[in-house]
């Protein structure tokens, strides 16, 4: 799937795939996947049931998105990644984990958004995305009004928007988009508030790599 507006710029392929999670990815990914057509009520794309249903994007291997629905039974997960090797490692994850509340979308989540009806989700993570730090790259970033305008239809009042990075630039570069932004409000009220990740979070694969040495944000903006 494409769109002549959505160009993608990340890696959608690493190493070839083990012959395990070929299957994993050939075999599993299918029952896992988004259906095209996105039902209005979301909760109706899991077989249990669910209060709420969130959206990660960019989940890398999955780590953040297993533990969060295996803390949150009744919520429903939606994950959105291009890549592919990230793509098998969730479905490995969901199958050893037993995690029956994950669905997927393997494409650019920008193709994703406008298909998720209004007031759909109650959180959209977005944690540690490619930074695209040079000054000509950011227009890359996957924040933007654009966006931003997206996740305003799609969450609550209420709801949560999570980002984290350690890239200052990105991180700057977000909080004055979002603070701007009408629809929402950005939560902090101490330096701890940003400096700590969230208690029911995990640090993600990214992030315990700790490529850059800085220490991340975590910003938190409410959907009024
Ligand atoms: C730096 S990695 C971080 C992965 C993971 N969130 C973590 O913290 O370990 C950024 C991820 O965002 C994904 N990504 C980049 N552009 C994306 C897009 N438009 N839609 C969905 N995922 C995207 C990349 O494929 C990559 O896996």
Same mark, same amino acid.
């Given at each position: /799937? ?6 993608? *710029?990340? %890696? $959608? ?15 599993? +990914? ?8 996105? @039902? ?15 959206? #990660? ?25 291009? *890549?592919?090797?990230?793509?098998? /490692?969730?479905?490995?994850?969901? #199958? $050893? ?12 989540? $920008? ?17 540690? @995305? ?5 000054? %000509?790259?950011?227009?890359? %970033? ?17 709801? #949560? ?13 977000? +909080?004055?988009?979002?603070? $701007? ?9 101490? @330096? ?13 694969? *990214? #992030? ?9 944000? *975590? +910003?938190?903006?409410?959907? %009024?």
């Amino acid at each position: /799937m494409s769109s002549p507006d959505v160009r993608f *710029y990340g %890696r $959608r392929k690493g190493h070839d795939l083990k012959p395990g999670r070929q299957r994993l990815f050939d075999e599993t +990914l299918p029952l896992l996947r988004l259906p095209d057509d996105v @039902p209005q009520d979301l909760s109706d794309l899991f077989a249990t049931d669910v209060d709420e249903v969130q959206l #990660e994007i960019g989940f890398g291997g999955g780590e953040h998105l297993v533990h969060q629905a295996l803390t949150h039974p009744r919520v429903g997960y939606i994950g959105a990644e291009p *890549y592919i090797n990230g793509v098998a /490692m969730l479905v490995a994850g969901i #199958e $050893r984990e037993s995690a029956a509340t994950i669905r997927i979308f393997d494409e650019d989540a $920008r193709l994703l958004l406008p298909k998720l009806p209004d007031a759909s989700l109650t959180k959209i993570y977005l944690l540690f @995305p490619d930074p695209w730090h040079k000054a %000509r790259h950011n227009k890359r %970033r996957f924040v933007s009004e654009e966006t931003l305008d997206h996740f305003a239809r799609l969450l609550r009042p209420g709801g #949560e928007f999570r980002f984290a990075s350690d890239d200052a630039g990105y991180v700057r570069w977000t +909080l004055a988009r979002a603070t $701007r932004h009408a629809a929402f409000i950005w939560t902090a009220r101490e @330096p701890a508030d940003w400096r700590t990740r969230w208690p029911d979070a995990l640090a993600t694969r *990214y #992030e315990t790599k700790n490529i850059t040495g800085i220490k991340p944000a *975590y +910003l938190t903006f409410c959907r %009024r």
